[in-house]
């Protein structure tokens, strides 16, 4: 959490990987790996999705901005352990029931056309496909509307230190994969 002043008020803004929803860190990811925009343009989008309001910046000073500049940082941005289960809405997911995550070809050929489909929105699906209801069909868990609606579910209700193990796993899986069959 990064607390701030701006023309002497207290402000809290979410920074930690562990208070970041998934669709946040969606944008941000976004943001912070694009290269078309000035830095000050840049910092103004990552505040604006981390709480910073229009009103704010009417008023903020530059020297408020870049000190504020100065106490935001992705460097910290890690996660290693793999959520075996989540509960959301009272019904529990499961992301792999033996002791180890182990990602299907099924999943990885999902996740691989999600991607594809939008390089910058797809990570609420990613959790879709990995997390599974065990209670539904197998074949649910592969229709589109259902990954789809799960994937905005996840989107609102889950941090995103709990989707990073995944794609820092998957996404190296799959550039792999690509490498030896492209």
Same mark, same amino acid.
């Given at each position: 959490?990064?607390? %701030? !002043?701006?023309?002497?008020?207290?402000?809290?803004?979410?920074?930690?990987?562990?208070? %970041?929803?998934?669709?946040?860190?969606?944008? &941000?990811?976004?943001? &912070?790996?694009?290269?078309?925009?000035? !830095?000050?343009?840049?910092?103004?989008?990552?505040?604006? !999705?981390?709480?910073?309001?229009?009103?704010?910046? =009417?008023? %903020?000073?530059?020297?408020?901005?870049?000190?504020?500049?100065?106490?935001?940082?992705?460097? =910290?941005?890690?996660?290693?352990?793999? +959520?075996?289960?989540?509960? %959301?809405?009272?019904?529990?997911?499961?992301?792999?029931?033996?002791?180890?995550?182990?990602?299907?070809?099924?999943?990885? $050929?999902?996740?691989?056309?999600?991607?594809?489909?939008?390089?910058?929105?797809?990570?609420?699906?990613? &959790?879709?496909?990995?997390?599974?209801?065990?209670?539904?069909?197998?074949?649910?868990?592969?229709?589109?509307?259902?990954?789809? $609606? +799960?994937?905005?579910?996840?989107?609102?209700?889950?941090?995103? =230190?709990?989707?990073?193990?995944? !794609?820092? &796993?998957?996404?190296?899986?799959?550039?792999?994969?690509?490498?030896?069959?492209?």
């Amino acid at each position: 959490m990064i607390k %701030i !002043v701006i023309n002497g008020k207290e402000k809290s803004m979410n920074n930690a990987i562990n208070e %970041i929803t998934v669709a946040e860190f969606e944008q &941000l990811c976004v943001i &912070l790996n694009g290269d078309d925009e000035d !830095v000050f343009d840049r910092y103004l989008k990552v505040f604006g !999705v981390l709480g910073l309001t229009d009103e704010d910046i =009417d008023i %903020i000073t530059p020297e408020e901005f870049i000190a504020l500049t100065k106490t935001f940082t992705d460097e =910290d941005w890690e996660a290693k352990e793999f +959520k075996k289960t989540i509960v %959301i809405n009272e019904v529990e997911y499961t992301a792999y029931t033996g002791d180890e995550f182990k990602l299907s070809v099924r999943d990885l $050929a999902k996740i691989e056309k999600y991607i594809k489909q939008d390089k910058t929105k797809y990570m609420g699906e990613l &959790l879709a496909i990995v997390y599974k209801d065990l209670n539904l069909d197998r074949s649910v868990h592969y229709e589109d509307a259902h990954i789809k $609606a +799960k994937a905005e579910l996840f989107r609102k209700h889950t941090t995103a =230190d709990l989707i990073l193990p995944y !794609v820092n &796993l998957i996404l190296k899986d799959i550039v792999t994969k690509l490498k030896v069959n492209g």
